[in-house]
């Protein structure tokens, strides 16, 4: 009776642990990838002397203790305004500009149906609201 021997090595390997490894890195790069942004490039940009980016025009409404209305595009001075033309005052200032939003500066001791009446306007007409306030000081927060 003749033995055999069998010692006979295998020479195929199991494909499933080198997938599983690929896949691995495959979904390492894909997240790497997405968590980088353009920003991290460093790039030295040339110069020049014209504006690129416009600064928005900010329409200014002011109301102060007396409900007296105040209105002011950009930079400009502010000027008085009648309740009853302040919807129009802003339309003109805005056809300069579509870029413009309105900031609403208003006196803490005003009635709020003068509040409302700007807030009306910007809803009214699609405006960017900003309702600007003062910080709350250490006294401020003790008090409520």
């Not at 642990?17 to 920003?39: A, E, G, Q, R």
């Not at 940009?45 to 409900?67: C, F, Y």
């Not at 309105?102 to 900003?130: H, M, S």
């Amino acid at each position: 009776m003749a033995l055999k021997r069998r010692n006979k090595v295998e020479s195929g390997f199991a494909m499933s642990s080198m997938t599983d490894i690929i896949f691995l890195l495959l979904l390492f790069f894909v997240i790497s990838s997405t968590m980088t942004t353009p920003n991290d490039i460093k790039i030295n940009l040339p110069q020049s002397g014209a504006k690129t980016a416009t600064e928005p025009v900010v329409a200014r409404v002011s109301i102060d203790k007396e409900g007296q209305y105040f209105l002011a595009a950009g930079k400009n001075q502010a000027y008085q305004v009648q309740p009853e033309l302040l919807e129009q005052e802003i339309l003109t200032i805005i056809a300069q500009d579509t870029t413009t939003f309105l900031a609403l500066y208003a006196d803490q001791d005003i009635a709020y149906k003068e509040v409302v009446r700007v807030l009306d306007i910007a809803n009214k007409n699609k405006l960017k609201l900003v309702i600007a306030t003062s910080a709350q000081t250490q006294e401020d927060n003790a008090a409520n």
